[in-house]
Each structure stands twice: as C-alpha cells, then as structure tokens.
C-alpha cells in the first residue's frame, strides 16, 4: 500500500515536535490536583499523539452509567468534529 490519505490527522512523516498545547496542560494539571485530592476515583482518557495516531488508557474505578453517558458526550463532540470538515484558514 503506497497512497495512503489521513483523515484528520498528521502523516507520521509530517509529525514534528510541537508546542506544549497550554489548554491541554491546564486541563491535565487540574485533573492531577483532583485526583491528589481523592475527589478523582477512576479515568478514561483518548489522546491524540504528534503522530496523528490516538491512544486510550483506563484506570481505577470506571463503571457506573454516569460515566457512561459522559463518555457518550465525548464520543458526540469527537464525531461533530470530525463531521464539520478543516477549519477555515
């Protein structure tokens, strides 16, 4: 396979280190503190790496419909993305 067409995302070839997203940071640093604090008992993250690939991870405690219907949320906002096409330049 030699044509290969990215969706929403960079080709590994164009990944190149990139600037610390603060926003992301933030978020990251707030969580942290939350789950320090004990009021975060479990975590379900997606990531999107440089490469334009994602990962997830869970951890600790993640059962409950509640953090299944915020995931359903999460899922609705990524597919709304994905749907409204490039961001206008």
Do not use: K, W
């Amino acid at each position: 396979m030699t044509d290969v067409t990215y969706i929403r995302g960079a080709a590994p070839d164009d990944a190149a280190p990139a600037e610390p997203n603060l926003a992301v940071v933030g978020h990251l640093e707030d969580m942290l503190g939350r789950a320090r604090s004990g009021e975060i008992r479990g975590v379900v993250t997606v990531d999107l790496d440089g490469d334009g690939y994602a990962t997830y991870g869970v951890v600790g405690s993640v059962g409950g419909f509640s953090m299944q219907g915020a995931l359903a949320c999460a899922s609705a906002v990524i597919s709304d993305v994905n749907l409204s096409g490039p961001p206008d330049e």
